[in-house]
């Protein structure tokens, strides 16, 4: 079968960093995408990782290790508002998207 | 503005009765998805559409019906069949190619009684 996990929910304080683990077991890889989605929101795009390495985007860094089937993000200088789910989600072989079940960000002033 | 539109953003229904979901977009994609959301799992596949007049199930297809009539509607009913329609319905579109991003409408929240 195929499963993408991550941990349910993580808490950390504003201006810190965290780090958000994805760990995948899929049919084939075609890539991995990271979302945000605040609470009864749409789910909006943050990182796209095909290839080994880190992906840097302003406070947002995407890291991906193929032979590992492990993706992490990482958040820096946290602010309130980033408080939400983190979705990782990858291609399969067949191009389908596989979803995890998303990680909760709780972050305390 | 380009995006994906959804209404409602609530919706409320009696047992036994069909429902839809409206998804309009001003993209210009090809793709379209319709995803379901539950507490504590991840985002599950209903239908999805890669050309007009042509649509796929997904993980979940059961109970529910699609139509792809124009590029930019894809309306999702909800049936009767059905066994546990209660959720936060999503559409999303894309480019189709396999690296692009999906883009979501704010979704509606269905709830059966």
């Known amino acids: 079968g195929q499963n993408i996990d991550q941990p349910t929910e993580m808490t950390a304080t504003e201006g810190a960093i965290v780090q958000i683990n994805c760990t995948y077991q899929?049919?084939?890889?075609?890539?991995l995408f990271w979302y945000q989605q605040h609470a009864g929101e749409a789910p909006t795009f943050l990182s796209y990782?095909?290839l080994d390495g880190l992906e840097e985007k302003g406070r947002f860094s995407s890291f991906l290790s193929r032979s590992k089937g492990y993706s992490y993000l990482l958040l820096k200088e946290l602010q309130m508002k980033d408080s939400a789910s983190y979705l990782c989600?990858?291609?399969?072989?067949?191009?389908?998207?596989?979803w995890g079940a998303g990680t909760k960000l709780i972050i305390k002033p | 503005d380009g995006g994906i539109t959804q209404s409602p953003k609530y919706l409320f229904r009696k047992e036994g009765q069909n429902v839809t979901l409206s998804c309009e977009q001003n993209?210009?994609?090809?793709?379209m998805y319709w995803y379901r959301q539950d507490p504590g799992q991840g985002l599950r596949l209903i239908y999805y559409?890669?050309?007009?007049?042509?649509?796929q199930k997904g993980d979940i297809a059961e109970g529910y019906s699609v139509s792809r009539e124009k590029k930019e509607s894809f309306p999702l009913t909800v049936t009767s069949a059905q066994k546990n329609p209660t959720a936060f319905y999503l559409c999303?579109?894309?480019?189709?190619?396999?690296?692009?991003?999906?883009?979501f409408g704010p979704g509606t929240r269905l709830t059966v009684t």
């Open positions: 999303a579109a894309s480019t189709g190619t396999e690296s692009s991003e999906q883009y």
């Open positions: 993209l210009n994609h090809d793709a």
């Open positions: 559409s890669q050309i007009v007049n042509d649509f």
């Open positions: 899929t049919s084939g890889f075609n890539g």
């Open positions: 990782n095909v």
């Open positions: 989600a990858v291609i399969d072989s067949n191009y389908q998207l596989i």
